[in-house]
C-alpha cells in the first residue's frame, strides 16, 4: 500500500508539473523528489505535533488528491507514453538495456532487507515510533539516554512509511527513485548544451558511475540529498530562464532539504545559498522577485514554514535543550574533522584523486593478465613511495588503502567519474557559459570544503556522491557533437551498461550471482580497508557467500544481514526463547544494533545502557517474567537479581560481539549496573 501511495502520488506530481509547462524530463525529475519532500514535511510535521496516527488521513487525502489529478490529465500521460516510444526508437540498445537494469535494481531494493550500514537511521525513526514524538524521544529517560541525540530527520523519516508497519519491504524504493531522479535531472540539465543523443549519452553515463548503482538499491540515506542537490540546481536554471515562485521555493527547500544525517551536509546549503541568491538576484534584479512573491503574498509564510522545517533548526534546538548537543549521526557515523588544516586538506586533495583513480575490478584483472600487474596496485605503490613519506598521516585518521571492490561502503565512480566528469567540471568552471562556470566553481568549492573539513577515511567517498552526481552533466559541454560521433556515443552508451551491470550484479553486498573466484579476497579487503564499521562495535559484517537472493530466501529472510553481522543466529535464537506478549527490555552501547531486535519485538523497552535500571516503568509487569536481551555486550548477570537466569549467551569463537538474553523471574526484586 506504502508504495502504491508513493506511486500515485508520483504521477500526480508529473500531471501537475507538466501542465505547468516543464518538459517530460523536468516533470519526471520534479515528480520524483517533490512528493518525498511533501512525505517527509507531513511526517516531521506530526511527530513534532505527537500524532503520528495524523499522517494517515493526510496521505489518504493527498493521494486521493493525486489520483483526480492523475484521471484528469490522461492526456498528459499519452502524450508522455508517445515521446517514451519515439525516444526508444531512436535510442534503442541503451534505453532497452537500461530499462532491464532499471527493473533489477527496483526489484532488488524492494525485496532484498537493508544492509547494516543503514540501521542507524533505521533504528533512529523506530526510537520515534515509540516515543511518539520527538520531544518525548529526547525527554523520557531511558530511551533518551540509549538514543543520544537526534540525527537530521529529512531524509530518514520516510522510512516511517514502510516501518509503521513493522516492515522493511520496499525501503529501498527511495533510493531508486532518487537514482531514476538523477537521471531524468542529468537528461534535463545536458539538454541545455546539448542535443538528445548526447543529453541521454551523458545521463546514461551518470547512472552508470559504480557507486552510484550501488546505492540504488538502498534506503537513500546518502542517494537521496545527492539527487536533491541535483534537483536545486534544475530548479535554479529554471528560476533563472522563467522567473516564477514555484522554481524559487523549490530551490530553497531543496537546498535545505540536502541536510540528512552527516556535519557535511551543510556544506552545500553554504554554497549554494548565496550562489543562488546571485545567479538569481543578479540576472532579474531584487525587484522582480519581490512583486512576484508580493501578488501571491500568503505563499511566503507557507514557504518560510517548510524552509524552517528542513532547516532541521529546530531539531538542534531540542536536541541541545535536552541532551546539550546539537545533532546525532545517522547512517554515516561520527565525522572526523581534520586537524592539520590547509596542509591537511592538500593532502586529502591528493588522497581524493588517487582514490577517484577507479577503474573496477574487471579492468584490473585484465591488466593483470595481459601486462602482469594491476593498476590499483601501481597506483598503491605510487603513492607508498613517493607520496606516503611526504604526507604522512596529515589530515587522515588511519593509512591510505586502495580498493577497487563495489561495495558501497568504499566504492568509487568508475572511470566515468575520474575521466570524464572530473576534468569536465574543471573545463566548465575555466571555459563554460556565465551560469554553468558559477555551478562549476560552487562544485568545486564544495569539493574543496569536504578535503578541508573532514579527516581522510576511506569511507569519506560518501561525501563526495553530491559532487560527482551534481557535477555530471558538465559532460554536456565536455562532450560537444563536434567532437564525439554517433559512433563514439554508442561506444560511451556501451561502457555505461556494462558498468551498471558490473556493479549489479557484483555488489559485494547484495550479488545477484554466488561471488565468482575473482573476487575471493574481499572480506579481508575490506576489513583491512575501513577497521570496524561506524554502524556498530562488531566487525564489518561478512559478505554474502552465495546470491543475496538465495542468502535471503529470496527476501523473506529478513534477518539475513544480521547473521553476517553478528555471526551468529541470535535474533531468531532469542526469539525463540522468548514467549509472544513477554515484556522485553533491549540494552545496547551501540543503538543502531538494536534494529533487528526492534523489528523483532515491536514492543520492547529501550534501556541504558551505563545503568539498566529495572524500576522504572518497565518494572511494570511483576506479574510476568520479563527478558533482557544484551544486544552488543555480556552484564554481569549477579548484578540483576537474586534469580536471574542467562538462557542464551554468544559463543566467542563464532560471534563477533558478545550478546545475552537474561530472563528475570517474576517478583524479583530490581537491580541496576551490569
Not at 314 to 325: D, E, K, M, R, S
Amino acid at each position: 500500500m506504502a508504495s502504491c501511495e508513493v506511486v500515485i502520488l508520483c504521477l500526480g506530481g508529473f500531471a501537475l508539473f507538466r501542465r505547468w509547462g516543464n518538459s517530460i524530463s523536468e516533470s519526471w525529475a520534479y515528480a520524483l523528489i517533490t512528493p518525498l519532500m511533501l512525505l517527509s514535511a507531513l511526517f516531521q510535521l506530526v511527530f513534532i505535533a505527537g500524532s503520528p496516527f495524523l499522517s494517515g488521513a493526510a496521505e489518504i487525502l493527498l493521494t486521493l488528491l493525486a489520483a483526480v489529478v492523475v484521471c484528469r490529465q490522461r492526456a498528459t500521460f499519452r502524450e508522455g507514453l508517445t515521446a517514451g516510444r519515439a525516444f526508444a526508437a531512436a535510442n534503442p540498445t541503451g534505453s532497452i538495456c537500461a530499462l532491464l537494469l532499471g527493473l533489477y535494481l527496483l526489484l532488488a531494493g524492494f525485496a532484498l532487507p537493508p544492509e547494516s550500514e543503514h540501521w542507524p537511521g533505521l533504528a533512529t525513526v523506530l526510537y520515534l515510533q515509540k516515543s511518539g514524538s520527538v520531544l518525548s524521544a529526547l525527554s523520557t529517560p531511558p530511551p533518551a539516554a540509549a538514543i543520544g541525540p537526534l540525527p537530521p530527520l529529512n531524509v530518514a523519516i520516510l522510512s516511517h512509511l514502510f516501518l509503521r508497519f513493522n516492515t522493511d519491504f520496499g525501503l529501498g524504493l527511495f533510493g531508486f527513485m532518487s537514482y531514476l531522479s538523477i537521471g531524468f535531472t542529468t537528461y534535463a540539465l545536458a539538454r541545455r548544451y546539448a542535443w538528445p543523443p548526447s543529453a541521454f549519452t551523458v545521463a546514461l553515463m551518470v547512472v552508470a558511475m559504480p557507486r552510484v548503482v550501488l546505492l540504488a538499491t538502498t534506503p537513500g540515506l546518502e542517494l537521496l540529498p545527492a539527487a536533491t542537490a541535483l534537483f536545486c540546481l534544475l530548479a535554479v536554471y529554471r528560476a533563472i530562464e522563467s522567473p516564477n515562485r514555484r522554481d524559487f521555493f523549490l530551490t530553497m527547500c531543496a537546498l535545505l532539504f540536502t541536510v540528512s544525517g552527516s556535519a557535511m551536509d551543510a556544506a552545500f546549503p553554504a554554497v549554494m545559498i548565496p550562489l543562488s541568491a546571485v545567479l538569481l538576484f543578479r540576472r532579474h534584479g531584487f525587484i522582480t522577485w519581490w512583486n512576484l512573491l508580493a501578488r501571491r503574498l500568503w505563499t511566503v509564510p507557507i514557504a518560510l514554514a517548510a524552509i524552517l522545517l528542513f532547516s532541521q533548526l529546530w531539531l538542534a534546538a531540542f536536541n541541545f535543550a535536552h541532551l546539550g548537543q546539537w545533532f546525532g549521526s545517522a547512517g554515516f557515523g561520527s565525522l572526523h574533522f581534520n586537524p592539520d588544516g590547509i596542509q591537511g586538506a592538500l593532502a586529502n586533495l591528493v588522497r581524493t584523486v588517487f582514490s577517484s583513480a577507479h577503474f573496477t575490478r574487471p579492468f584490473d584483472l585484465v591488466c593483470n593478465w595481459a601486462l602482469g600487474f594491476t593498476v590499483s596496485g601501481a597506483l598503491q605503490r605510487l603513492y607508498d613511495f613517493l607520496l606516503a613519506p611526504l604526507l604522512g598521516t596529515l589530515g587522515a585518521t588511519g593509512p591510505f588503502v586502495i580498493q577497487w571492490l563495489p561495495d558501497e561502503r568504499i566504492a568509487w565512480f568508475g572511470p566515468f567519474g575520474f575521466l570524464m566528469v572530473l576534468p569536465a567540471v574543471g573545463y566548465a568552471a575555466v571555459r563554460g557559459p556565465r551560469r554553468l562556470k558559477a555551478i562549476a566553481v560552487g562544485m568545486a568549492g564544495y569539493f574543496f570544503l569536504v578535503v578541508l573539513i573532514a579527516a581522510w577515511c576511506p569511507e569519506n567517498v560518501r561525501f563526495f556522491t553530491l559532487f560527482f552526481t551534481c557535477g555530471g552533466f558538465t559532460l554536456a559541454l565536455f562532450l560537444p557533437p563536434w567532437y564525439i560521433s554517433p559512433a563514439g556515443r554508442r561506444r560511451l552508451q556501451e561502457i555505461a551498461i556494462l558498468l551498471v551491470l558490473y556493479a549489479s550484479v557484483f555488489n559485494l553486498q547484495k550479488p545477484a550471482l554466488t561471488m565468482p573466484a575473482w573476487m575471493s579476497g574481499a572480506n579481508v579487503a575490506i576489513a583491512t580497508c575501513i577497521g570496524a564499521t561506524s554502524a556498530s562495535a562488531c566487525r564489518p559484517a561478512a559478505l554474502p557467500a552465495e546470491s543475496a537472493w538465495l542468502a535471503s530466501g529470496w527476501g523473506r529472510d529478513r534477518q539475513e544481514p544480521s547473521v553476517r553481522l553478528f555471526g551468529d543466529h541470535r535474533v531468531a535464537e532469542i526469539a525463540a526463547r522468548v514467549p509472544p506478549q513477554a515484556p522485553v527490555g533491549l540494552v545496547c552501547r551501540q543503538p543502531a544494533l538494536a534494529y533487528p531486535f526492534l523489528m523483532t519485538f515491536p514492543r520492547a523497552e529501550l534501556l541504558d545502557a551505563a545503568t539498566v535500571d529495572l524500576s522504572n516503568r518497565w518494572q511494570g509487569a511483576d506479574d510476568a517474567d520479563r527478558y533482557l536481551i544484551f544486544v552488543d555486550f555480556d552484564p554481569r548477570v549477579t548484578d540483576l537479581g537474586p534469580a536471574p537466569e542467562l538462557l542464551w549467551q554468544a559463543d566467542p569463537l563464532q560471534s563477533s560481539c558478545s550478546g545475552s538474553l537474561i530472563r528475570i523471574p517474576r517478583f524479583a526484586p530490581a537491580a541496576a549496573n551490569p
